[in-house]
């Protein structure tokens, strides 16, 4: 049986493609340093490691251990907006960690590396984004992601370590941190609105997304190892159809069935429309679903409320304070 190693695959997204791997017929490795996740998370069909992608030894020893075929590597603080406020863990957690695992990677003849980036590699250009669109990251996080995505691309062409690297947008649905107040929209929402707060908006809340549901995603991300076509290509992966915020929290309120002020807060640094062309991966794979945003955002709402309230905890090292967006 091939052995997959899936980094955060305590976290949000991560748990989700661990089922898939697993219902594929594949043995399962988790490597999670439970910032983020949850080990409530994890399949217990799956062998579960505590640790972090930063902890090179650590990364080895797992890969002698367990003799890696694959790797989904989706461990990464994913804060984009913080990222120019922690700018040194951001580059240590989100580069230094992947190229650990990349060099692992490369050691141990790993059949194919699949890497998680983000559409924030685009940066503030003028959407939709295509794979063509040469990525002009504007933030620290972004400027990460991209990075590792480069470096994939150095060792396919020196070492022929295989790659396929998805570029997914605002994912959301069950299991996603409901307390996390400097990431995932709809979480921080549906978490706000279950304690009868306000929802706290940056600007005019006209900024536009792409809410993906995680449903949709998942099982296309697990399956791309099979899918030959794939290897060595980037792909934008997610909904197709762009909302903006206040669209967003009017929908959320409707599907919880609470209806609460929204705060507009000043206006912060980040981009104001972002939604991506996702041609390129319906035509390597078929029969993608795409969940309408009513449909995903009822199915989160009732996992919200069967998670419950979750406390909002300040991140603690904060490294430059300057111009850091109010309430935060």
Not at 11 to 31: C, P, R, T
Not at 196 to 216: N, P, V
Request: proline share 3%.
């Amino acid at each position: 049986m091939e052995k997959v190693l899936v980094t955060g695959g305590a976290g949000f997204i991560g748990s989700h493609i661990v089922d898939e791997l697993l219902a594929l017929g594949y043995e399962v490795v988790v490597l999670d340093d439970l910032s983020g996740g949850f080990t409530d998370n994890v399949n217990s069909k799956a062998t579960f490691v505590e640790g972090s992608v930063v902890d090179h030894e650590l990364v080895d020893k797992i890969f002698a251990d367990h003799k890696i075929d694959y790797v989904f590597h989706l461990a990464a603080y994913a804060a984009e907006i913080l990222s120019p406020h922690i700018r040194r863990f951001n580059y240590m957690v989100n580069l230094v960690g992947s190229a650990n695992l990349i060099n692992a990677s490369v050691n141990n003849k790993v059949k194919c590396f699949v890497f998680t980036s983000s559409i924030g590699v685009y940066g503030n250009q003028k959407p939709p984004f295509d794979e063509k669109t040469v990525p002009v990251p504007a933030d620290p996080y972004g400027t990460s992601k991209y990075a590792v995505e480069i470096d994939l691309k150095n060792a396919k062409d020196l070492f022929g370590l295989n790659y396929i690297i998805f570029r997914p947008h605002n994912v959301y649905g069950e299991r996603q941190n409901l307390g996390d107040k400097y990431r995932n929209v709809l979480g921080i929402f549906m978490n706000q609105i279950m304690q009868g707060k306000t929802l706290t908006i940056f600007g005019d809340g006209e900024q536009t997304r792409a809410f993906s549901y995680i449903g949709d995603m998942a099982k296309v991300m697990a399956s791309s190892i099979s899918v030959k076509e794939a290897y060595n290509e980037i792909f934008n992966i997610g909904a197709d159809k762009a909302y903006s915020i206040n669209e967003l929290a009017k929908e959320i309120m409707k599907s919880m069935n609470k209806e609460v002020k929204m705060n507009y807060l000043e206006t912060r640094h980040e981009v104001k429309h972002a939604f991506s062309s996702h041609d390129k991966i319906k035509k390597v794979f078929k029969g993608m679903q795409n969940t309408s945003l009513q449909e995903g955002i009822a199915k989160m709402s009732e996992w919200a409320k069967s998670a419950g309230i979750r406390e909002s905890k300040p991140f603690e090292n904060i490294e430059v304070r300057e111009h850091l967006p109010e309430g935060w």
